[in-house]
């Protein structure tokens, strides 16, 4: 039985190979030639995990990117979702840590698999305020390890068995479908539909994206098996939208009435720019049945340093995930730099106020160029993108959205993350990272956005 489900969940569904088009492509084409440059065998596993990729990081082979010098005209690399607003500061600050901690001997040798007590009690404290907790978190209970997306991988593990399914509301953050299935092997059930077309009239309205129990019903009921969890995305990734606290309440009282666990992404806690987030770390210290994902990628934009953490008060999770971040530990000198500067108090409170002012003021010089060229978009409070609305701009062909995505690369200079790959059910949306570039290129997205007036 387990065996039939592990391969089951190895092998892309239906939908997942209807989908993903040249992913399929590029999965046989890798397999060939891994079957034909080699007279060793190997396995499919690692060629499947190809096809798990949002196809528009496929389609990026043949794409000149931008170069002040030698490809002025070249493409903008918008569909990242990195900061690239406040290196200067990053830079001196690393540097000024580094020069002052001395390397000591215990750090050449293991660590503890749930992080150094100095790293989780700098982290535990940065997201009690990032996250607004009514009481510290408890370090005890954090877990340090390789980014956001291997304390994931490494969650699931725990609390799913191989082709059990998880509910996600759409659309969602584009490589989910990565990170959970790759090697955890878990089934996303989305819990979007079909809209309305007086749902299609308001999808630059927060509230049309929130999830409905209706719709999480609807997928719960019609799940192949019970769904172990449902997962979260708040402040949401690509909508920056953030969850009211009643909506966050009755998503809760759904899943717990129905044995579930609940897992909150909350990678953007601090990049909140506008207002109104409410993070559920108060729930995953009080419910066994919440748990609570971070990263510094985003909001100390340090996505090379690969550093996240869980946050849960389940011993029952909390003791194979230990374990299991064996297999991906952050080294000791990243752990000592991160307490180094999550321990300065004043350079954070600083720091925070300086990214989140220069987060607004460029949101703010985008939704200005949107509306001069009569291009809608959804309110964001959160997050370091917008979601655009560029239905208008889309073309008869069946395939209206791949074409439209092609035309804002080659005729615009734009590489945004279409709606498609990230499940939206409506085709021509698309999310424009507007802190991937430096201030420079970020004049250049402004101008090339702005001709797409009508």
Not at 218 to 246: E, V
Not at 338 to 358: Q, Y
Not at 421 to 435: E, I, K, Q, Y
């Amino acid at each position: 039985m387990i065996a039939t489900r592990l391969a089951s969940a190895l092998r892309p569904t239906a939908v997942q190979r209807a989908r993903c088009g040249v992913r399929t492509a590029l999965f046989n084409d890798c397999h060939a030639r891994l079957s034909s440059n080699t007279s060793v065998p190997v396995s499919s596993r690692g060629p499947t995990s190809l096809g798990l990729l949002p196809q528009y990081l496929v389609d990026t082979g043949n794409v000149e990117f931008y170069d002040k010098d030698s490809a002025p005209s070249g493409c903008l690399q918008v569909s990242i979702a990195e900061n690239r607003c406040v290196a200067p500061e990053l830079v001196s600050k690393i540097n000024s840590v580094q020069k002052g901690s001395a390397f000591t001997p215990d750090m050449i040798y293991y660590q503890s698999t749930s992080g150094m007590e100095s790293c989780r009690l700098a982290m535990s404290s940065f997201m009690s305020e990032i996250m607004s907790a009514s009481e510290p978190l408890n370090p005890e209970n954090l877990v340090v390890g390789a980014g956001c997306n291997a304390m994931l991988e490494n969650l699931f593990l725990t609390l799913c068995e191989a082709g059990d399914c998880v509910l996600l509301p759409s659309p969602y953050y584009a490589t989910f479908s990565f990170d959970l299935g790759s090697r955890a092997g878990v089934t996303l059930l989305q819990t979007g539909k079909e809209w309305t077309s007086e749902e299609l009239a308001r999808l630059t309205a927060p509230e049309t994206y929130y999830p409905s129990l209706s719709d999480l019903s609807a997928a719960y009921d019609s799940a192949p098996m019970k769904p172990k969890a449902l997962l979260l995305t708040n402040p949401h990734n690509p909508l920056g939208l953030c969850y009211p606290r009643d909506v966050l309440d009755s998503l809760l009282s759904w899943a717990t009435e129905r044995n579930m666990h609940v897992v909150s992404d909350e990678i953007y806690a601090g990049s909140v720019h506008g207002s109104g987030f409410n993070s559920l770390a108060d729930d995953a210290s009080s419910r066994d049945n919440v748990h609570v994902v971070y990263a510094l990628s985003k909001d100390l934009c340090l996505s090379g340093l690969r550093v996240g953490a869980l946050y849960s008060s389940n011993e029952e999770v909390l003791a194979p995930v230990r374990k299991l971040n064996d297999l991906c530990q952050v080294s000791s000198t990243t752990q000592q730099l991160v307490a180094g500067m999550l321990g300065d108090e004043r350079w954070v409170s600083e720091f925070t106020a300086t990214n989140l002012g220069r987060i607004r003021k460029r949101y703010e010089r985008v939704i200005k160029v949107c509306e001069g060229a009569g291009v809608p978009y959804l309110p964001a409070d959160a997050g370091l993108y917008i979601w655009l609305d560029l239905r208008g701009w889309l073309g008869e062909e069946e395939e209206g959205e791949k074409v439209l995505y092609r035309r804002l690369i080659s005729d615009y200079g734009l590489m945004m993350t279409p709606g498609e790959s990230m499940d939206m059910r409506a085709p021509g949306f698309f999310r424009l990272v507007f802190t991937a570039v430096g201030d420079e290129e970020f004049e250049l997205v402004l101008e090339r956005l702005a001709r797409l007036r009508k």
